[in-house]
């Protein structure tokens, strides 16, 4: 999720540093730490009051020192070591001295004085710090008026909380005590075995030893947290003793975590069943966090998420409750892949992230096969092949040439793709022959590290391939870019066959080099007289061919059968015509790979607006809500990208309110007794989609009078947000902010300090960001840089407001104005973002030759704003080369 960058050299810190530090002769680490000092455990003590700014800690660490020398290299970032001890093998102890060496990069030194044979030392730290303001390492939020404490590791963040070996490959036991105010609650991952008093007000509480972990799973949590009791988690065949659940949350919001707990026990079950594999580590505590960066963390037994996934009831909106059965998942098959087994180094962050992603979908089809994760690998996939098709997208296996590689390497390539290409290596050798390597990899390198090479070796060895297979998954790990798969039918001595050929998928404009050759397990669909058959091939060379035993004649073909592959394919005319006549005999992820194709083959230059809107047509009226949406998302980016005269517009308008409105109507705008929650998915999709990117008046009207509704003030003062469909509440607010103005922007700014709910705080929040007029805009983005707007919601004010060049334009001038700002409040974890925050969405030359101006100067004020400015510039560049080849008319045919 986040940092390194470690660029000075030694001569500059002996002018900086002193004297004696000019006597060494080697420099500041630049990426790893040196191997001849590796640490064997820890001791961490804290002191911490979330009421004051800072804390104080001492932390002990076992080293073996591998080679003669006067210092070692660790990690430390914003602390003031105030003395360092030094106790050799034999006991002796000596004052060492801490230097920050690179206080950017959080790159410290510890010298002895002297020079020291290898042998295992103890080095003592007693230091104090700030309780970080942006969300990582140990920080402080406030919820309700209360001051609370809590950490956020990775990636790289434990140095802000103490001095130690922040990677993944250092894996050792800690034993943390922490000393608090004694009325304050006190989490961490392990049990709590021992309290005891410590002077005057506070009291000291200590915690068992962990297993092994890297610095980046330490977890622990301080302040009047609810702690509430789930379910104890049953034995089964894999874990002997019940395993104590408990969930945390903000004080007054505890009687809020039942519904996750009660959900919880599947997980682990069927983690613990696909995996052969009992869950190791002791107890499980769901701690809902005020303010939190990330999404969620797999810190083993203390596992942290956003509040508004925990914190639910039967109000809650829809997409919130499969959110936290999702997530939730995904966490908890992180302590398996991730806790257990943890990545050597980040270039194979997707060992952690892909598995969890990948593993949370087999567990979600198993315990709740309604919520169809199966469609969710498959838009997941797709959405990541959005930046895959990008010169500058980085591969599964990235290469770590600083801290913004290690920050920027949480996203969708690692994640989506990563579980895309995961899952259809497993279609390719079958799942119980994927599930039989997986249980070998996990026992191999239990409470270790491990490698690419170790997970592919223990795949391949369970299904008896060779080096074929390992070169073929390989070749998706560690070169970048989507496979396009070209077919074309012929009939050949009496036999129908398929010609293949592959090379990389490049968009209209790209520059790329499209000769690029992957290992593609290539699986298609074809007809039969009496239904369809499924034929699979290695295509590892520019060229191919398959032979469709049995298919009819004529035949039709279905180039991604199940949509399984990491790929997209083409198909000449009269395959594309074929496979339009049998879309709806298509499986349901068929048919997304199936609207992926015609998206592609828009963005390639193959197909025009005209044949788009035909081609999708046929999906808008599926019974299944992924698939029937769809088309929506593609004919929004036409309308808001594409589509330049009003005539254009009033046409995809027309468009969509012909294939969707009714459909809408049918659900109404309410929530109903008893109905599904795809049922509220779907209209919230629909809602939102036709109020604000179609802009159907009928839709609006509906919207409009909830927002005006929610927007009036109860007795207590408190807007009456609950007059509005819970699924709709953002988008009710939206409508009503924009028809209505500063009345309604003022009474939102207003109300969101006074409400601490987190959904009706996201609702309060997509509402302002729907602001369209200029003034009432740049009042809502200086909002976000208030207190009552948290860290970690900021974002989602400041990506408002952006789909015309005006309301862009409008955006730049206030980012650029108040860009130190934004800096100050996240930019340290969130320099990735920057760009596409100041410029996403744009589509000219003149948008993109400004951000390039703009951040060329500023490239190193946070690391990964290097990437993220490649990658905001090129999409600009290929959505202005998309809308330059528009004939004008044929959104009109």
């Known amino acids: ?23 060494t002769a080697d420099q500041v680490p630049q990426g790893r730490l040196p191997g001849w000092a590796v640490p064997q455990s820890y001791q961490l003590a804290f002191k911490v009051d979330p009421a004051q700014q800072d804390f104080s800690g001492t932390t002990t660490i076992r080293v073996k020192l591998g080679q003669a020398s006067d210092h070692l290299w660790l990690d430390g970032a914003s602390l003031t070591v105030s003395k360092v001890t030094v106790t050799d093998a034999a006991g002796n102890a000596h004052a060492g001295k801490y230097v920050a060496a690179d206080p950017k990069a959080g790159v410290a030194r510890v010298d002895f004085g002297s020079t020291l044979k290898p042998q295992n030392l103890t080095v003592k730290f007693e230091y104090t710090a700030p309780l970080n303001q942006q969300l990582q390492g140990l920080y402080k939020v406030t919820a309700k008026g209360q001051p609370y404490a809590m950490t956020q590791m990775e990636p790289i963040s434990a140095r802000f909380a103490f001095p130690g070996f922040d990677e993944p490959g250092f894996k050792t036991p800690f034993d943390i005590s922490i000393t608090v105010p004694e009325h304050e609650n006190v989490v961490a991952n ?11 007000g506070w009291k000291t509480v200590t915690f068992a030893q962990t297993l092994p972990l ?22 089964d065949a894999y874990r002997a003793e019940p395993l104590k659940l408990r969930g945390i949350a903000a004080k007054g919001e505890g009687h809020r975590m039942q519904h996750v707990l009660s959900e919880t026990p599947s997980i682990i079950h069927a983690l613990e069943n696909y995996y052969g594999f009992g869950y190791p580590f002791g107890k499980l505590d769901l701690l809902a ?16 998420f956003r509040d508004w996934l925990l914190l639910l009831d039967k109000d809650s909106p829809a997409r919130n409750v499969r959110g936290s059965f999702n997530v939730n998942a995904h966490e908890l098959a992180h302590q398996w892949t991730g806790d257990t087994v943890t990545t050597e180094w980040w270039n194979d962050i997707w060992l952690n992230e892909a598995f969890a992603t990948w593993m949370q979908q087999k567990v979600t089809m198993q315990v709740h096969p309604e919520y169809r994760a199966d469609l969710d690998r498959v838009r997941g996939a797709q959405g990541a092949m959005s930046n895959d098709s990008l010169t500058s997208a980085r591969s599964i296996r990235q290469p770590i040439t600083g801290n913004g590689d290690i920050m920027t390497a949480f996203d969708g390539i690692t994640y989506q793709k990563g579980a895309s290409v995961i899952g259809m ?3 390719y050798v079958g799942e119980k022959t994927y599930q039989k390597g997986m249980r070998a990899y996990i026992q191999k390198q ?47 001595d009496g036999k129908t066959v398929l010609q293949l050929s592959q090379s990389r998928y490049l968009p209209v404009g790209s520059s790329g080099d499209p000769q690029r050759i992957w290992g593609v397990p290539v699986c298609v669909r074809y007809g039969t007289s009496s239904g369809s058959k499924i034929a699979c091939e290695m295509l590892d060379k520019t060229s191919g061919s398959m032979v469709l035993h049995g298919a009819s004649n004529p035949t039709w073909v279905m180039p991604n059968a199940n949509a399984s592959g990491y790929y997209r394919f083409s198909l000449d005319k009269a395959g594309l015509d074929s496979l339009i006549k049998q879309v709806g005999k298509l499986g349901d992820a068929e048919q997304l790979a199936y609207a992926d194709a015609i998206n592609a083959s828009f963005r390639r230059g193959d197909l025009d607006a005209g044949q788009v809107l035909a081609a999708l047509q046929p999906l808008t009226g599926s019974k299944i809500r992924e698939v029937a949406l769809a088309p929506l998302g593609m004919v929004g980016g036409l309308y808001q990208r594409i589509a330049v005269t009003d005539a254009q517009r009033a046409h995809l308008a027309a468009w969509a309110k012909a294939a969707y409105l009714p459909r809408l109507e049918q659900l109404d705008y309410q929530r109903k007794a008893g109905e599904s929650e795809d049922a509220a998915l779907m209209r919230s999709s629909l809602a939102s989609s036709l109020a604000f990117d179609f802009k159907l008046p009928e839709v609006r009207a509906a919207l409009l009078k909830q927002g005006e509704a929610a927007l009036k003030p109860k007795a207590d003062g408190h807007l009456d947000l609950a007059a509005a469909d819970p699924d709709l509440l953002g988008d009710a607010l939206g409508v009503a902010a924009q028809e209505h103005g500063k009345s309604a922007v003022d009474a939102l700014i207003a109300e969101l300090p006074k409400t601490s709910d987190p959904a009706l705080r996201n609702g309060i929040l997509g509402g302002l960001a729907s602001v369209e007029d200029p003034a009432l805009a740049e009042q809502v983005r200086d909002f976000a840089l208030t207190k009552p707007v948290k860290v970690g919601e900021m974002a989602m004010l400041l990506r408002g407001g952006r789909d015309t060049l005006a309301q862009r334009d409008a955006m730049w001038s206030w980012f650029t104005a108040h860009y130190a700002q934004i800096l100050e409040r996240t930019g340290s974890f969130s320099g990735g973002r920057l760009p596409s925050m100041a410029a996403g969405g744009g589509c000219s030359g003149a948008e993109y030759d400004r951000l390039q101006a703009f951040f060329k100067t500023h490239e190193k004020d946070a690391a990964g704003i290097g990437r993220g400015l490649a990658q905001t510039g090129e999409s600009i560049q290929l959505c202005s080369a998309l809308k330059a080849k528009q004939d004008p008319a044929a959104i009109l045919r």
């Open 425 to 427: 290596f497993e279609n």
């Open 446 to 492: 239990k409470f270790g590290n491990a490698t690419a090479d170790d997970l592919v070796s223990a795949i391949a060895a369970a299904a008896g391939k060779g080096d074929a297979f390992k070169h073929a998954f390989k070749s998706f790990l560690d070169q970048s870019g989507v496979p396009y798969v070209a077919t074309r039918l012929e009939q050949k």
């Open 1 to 23: 999720m986040r940092r390194l960058a470690r660029p000075l050299l030694l001569t500059a810190l002996a002018a900086c540093c002193g004297a004696a530090f000019a006597a």
């Open 289 to 304: 966090a005020p303010d939190f960066e990330a999404g969620a963390m797999e810190n083993p037994g203390l596992v942290t």
């Open 214 to 235: 890297p610095t980046y799973l330490v977890a622990f949590a301080v302040g009047p947290w609810d702690i509430v009791d789930g379910p104890d988690i049953s034995p």
């Open 190 to 200: 392990t049990r709590q075995v021992k309290e005891q008093p410590a002077g005057k």
